[in-house]
C-alpha cells in the first residue's frame, strides 16, 4: 500500500544517534539487571539511558545506595530524560555535597543522588561534550533511523541535547546536509534560554532557512514528566501527598522568553504535562499574542497530557495547537491511576485535542520507539504494547485510522512550516484491511522523496 510518508513534529534527532552509541536500560526488569549492563563499561563517565521505576521489580527508582557497587562516575536517566540519578562517586565529580544549595526550576537530593528538571544542568556539565564530527555521526545515524522508519520531515529539539555552543549543532547539521547524508528535512526547535535566545536572534538565526534545515519555533521545557512526578499539576499527586511537581519558570520568565521570539516572528511550542502547566503556558501566549498581535499558527503545546477538556477549549480560542504522543499511553498506563486517581477520566484527550485543535502526533523520540506503526496502533486502540493485559484507556478517545494518518501527515505540517508533502512510502500490507493487532508491525519497504528513491528493502 502507498501512503504519505510521516512527519514526526518533536523529537530530538541528535538524541536519537547518540542513544545507539549509549546504554540502553529499555529492557531492563530490575536493578540488578541495570548494574550487570553498566559494571564493565570502559568510559570515564558511565551514562546510560531509558529505565522505567514502573517496569523494575524494585518498583520504586533506583538511588545513589544501589549504585555504590559502580566505581565508576555513573549517571543513569530515567526514561523520560527529566529525572536522573547519580552515585556517590558522579557527586564527588560534581563537587556536590550536603551543602550545595539547590537549582530554581529543578531538584537534587544529596542522600538519594536524584536530579530533576534544571537541576540536570548539574548533571550535564560534566558529562564529556561531543565534538562536531560526534554530532555529525549522531545525526548520520539518526537519519538512517529516521528513513527506514518511512519519517521524511522532523521538528527536533537539538540544541539543549548537549552541553555545547548552538552555533557547533547548526554547524553539524549543516556539514551533513552539504554532504549529501541528510534526507530527513529537519526544523529546528530552538531550546535556548533567554541570554542565548537574544544572541541568536541577533546574528539573524531567527525563521532563516538553510537546505534540508531551517530554524523553527522557540522551544520551552514548563515542567517534567508525569512517571517522574515532575509534571506540575493542581493538586497533589494521588501516590505522593504534598508533591505538586515542578514548574521550571515563573510565570514572569516564561513570557519574557515567549514574548522575546513573538516580538521577532517565532513561534513557541511548550512541553507541558500537567494541568497547572498547561495553565501557566495558555495564559503566557495569549498575553504575548495580545500585547504583540501576529498571525500565527504554530504555537503549541508538546504533550499536553493533562490538559483538560476545560483547557483545550481555551486553546481553541487562543490558536494554540497541541503536539501529542499516543505512545505515551504505552507506558503510563501503568501508572496513572496511581499518580492521579479520578482525575485520570479528563487526560490524555488527544481525540478530543484532534477534533478542536490543530493537532500533530510525535514520538518524543528517543524517550519512546520513533516507529509511527507503533505511536498509530495505541492512538485508534487506547492500549499497551507492553502490558497488553491493561484494558483500553479512556476508549472514547480512540482515533479512527485515517484520522490518524493525517495527524501524522496534513496535521504536522504546520509544525514544519512547510505546506506541501508529496513525499510517499510504500508498507508491506494494507493498513485498513489487516487485524488492528497487525497495524503495529507494518513495515515500511520503499521512501520516494522528491520523486527519488532514498530506501528500498
Do not use: W
Amino acid at each position: 500500500m502507498i501512503i504519505k510518508s510521516f512527519i514526526d513534529s518533536h523529537l530530538h534527532m541528535l538524541g536519537i544517534g547518540y542513544y545507539q552509541e549509549i546504554i540502553d536500560l529499555k529492557t531492563s526488569k530490575s536493578i540488578d539487571e541495570i548494574l550487570s549492563l553498566v559494571k564493565n563499561k570502559e568510559s570515564g563517565v558511565i551514562v546510560a539511558r531509558g529505565f522505567n521505576q514502573a517496569n523494575l521489580k524494585e518498583k520504586r527508582m533506583p538511588v545513589k545506595q544501589d549504585l555504590q557497587r559502580i566505581d565508576k562516575p555513573l549517571i543513569l536517566f530515567r526514561i523520560c530524560g527529566h529525572v536522573a540519578v547519580v552515585n556517590q562517586r558522579m557527586l564527588d565529580l560534581m563537587g556536590i555535597n550536603e551543602a550545595t544549595l539547590q537549582v530554581e526550576g529543578g531538584s537534587f537530593d544529596y542522600n538519594t543522588g536524584i536530579f530533576t528538571e534544571k537541576a540536570l544542568g548539574l548533571v550535564y556539565d560534566k558529562i564529556p561534550e561531543p565534538t562536531k564530527e560526534d554530532l555529525k555521526r549522531y545525526l548520520i545515524n539518526a537519519n538512517k533511523i529516521l528513513i527506514s522508519n518511512g519519517i521524511t520531515k522532523v521538528a527536533s529539539d537539538d540544541f539543549s541535547s548537549f552541553n555545547v555552543p548552538y552555533e557547533l549543532v547548526i554547524e553539524a547539521i549543516n556539514e551533513v546536509d552539504e554532504m549529501n547524508l541528510l534526507d530527513v528535512e529537519i526544523t529546528e526547535q530552538v531550546n535556548l534560554p533567554i541570554n542565548k535566545l537574544q544572541d541568536f536572534i541577533n546574528k539573524g538565526y531567527a525563521n532563516r532557512r538553510f537546505k534540508n534545515f531551517k530554524m523553527g519555533p522557540l522551544k520551552i521545557l514548563a515542567d517534567g514528566s508525569l512517571g517522574g512526578k515532575t509534571a506540575a499539576l493542581f493538586e497533589d499527586y494521588s501516590d505522593d501527598l504534598g508533591n505538586k511537581g515542578i514548574l521550571t519558570f515563573t510565570d514572569q520568565e516564561l513570557y519574557a522568553l515567549v514574548s522575546l521570539a513573538n516580538k521577532n516572528g517565532m513561534d513557541s511550542v511548550i512541553h507541558a504535562i500537567g494541568d497547572r502547566t498547561v495553565d501557566q503556558v495558555i495564559r503566557t501566549l495569549k498575553k504575548a499574542q495580545e500585547e504583540h498581535p501576529r498571525k500565527s499558527e504554530g504555537n503549541a503545546i508538546i504533550h499536553a497530557q493533562l490538559a483538560t477538556k476545560k483547557q483545550i477549549e481555551e486553546m481553541k480560542e487562543n490558536y494554540i495547537g497541541a503536539i501529542v504522543q499516543p505512545i505515551f499511553i504505552n507506558s503510563d498506563i501503568k501508572i496513572v491511576d496511581e499518580r492521579i486517581g479520578e482525575r485520570k477520566s479528563d487526560s490524555y484527550l488527544f481525540k478530543t485535542m484532534f477534533e478542536n485543535i490543530n493537532t500533530g502526533f510525535s514520538t518524543d523520540s528517543p524517550v519512546e520507539n520513533v516507529n509511527p506503526f507503533e505511536n498509530i496502533y495505541v492512538a485508534i486502540t487506547r492500549k499497551s504494547i507492553d502490558f497488553p493485559e491493561y484494558e483500553s484507556f479512556l476508549k472514547e478517545e480512540a482515533f479512527k485510522i485515517e484520522d490518524a494518518l493525517k495527524a501524522y501527515t496534513d496535521e504536522n505540517t504546520r509544525f514544519v512550516y512547510d505546506k506541501s508533502h508529496d513525499d510517499f512510502i510504500e508498507i508491506d500490507r494494507d493498513i485498513y484491511q489487516i487485524p488492528v493487532e497487525d497495524i503495529k508491525n507494518i513495515k515500511v519497504i520503499k521512501v520516494v522523496k522528491n520523486g527519488k528513491t532514498i530506501y528500498e528493502i
